[in-house]
Nanobody
Framework: QVQLVESGGGLVQAGGSLRLSCKAS????????MNWYRQAPGEQRELVAA???????SYADSVKGRFLISRDNAKSTVYLQMISLKPEDTAVYYC?????????WGQGTQVTVSS
């Protein structure tokens, strides 16, 4: 059974930092690209960052230079280090991967950035 469990969210002041973690199980982690998405209230879910099996990363323009995605295949975990947080980063953050056209999601972790 596939499981993606996010953690590390919380309330932080603008300019602060958080590190999100997503522990994966139930599939072969190291052969899957992994993604972080976020969804703010009333907004569509958007792709924030992605990391390939080889460690190549990509980012939404809005977070470039502030967010860093990484993975530890030995721990089946993907991370999202976030610095210089802004109130507009407030959202529920989800990790995700796709397999044969099916998207798998975690339950999400809330990030709230106060001004």
């Amino acid at each position: 059974q596939v499981q993606l469990v996010e953690s590390g969210g919380g309330l932080v002041q603008a300019g602060g930092s958080l590190r999100l973690s997503c522990k994966a199980s139930g599939f072969i982690f190291w052969i899957r690209a992994m993604n972080w998405y976020r969804q703010a209230p009333g907004e569509q879910r958007e792709l924030v960052a992605a990391i390939s099996t080889g460690g190549r990363s990509s980012y939404a323009d809005s977070v470039k230079g502030r967010f860093l995605i990484s993975r530890d295949n030995a721990k089946s975990t993907v991370y999202l280090q976030m610095i210089s947080l802004k109130p507009e980063d407030t959202a529920v953050y989800y990790c995700s991967y796709s397999d044969s056209g099916i998207n798998y999601w975690g339950q999400g972790t809330q990030v709230t950035v106060s001004s």
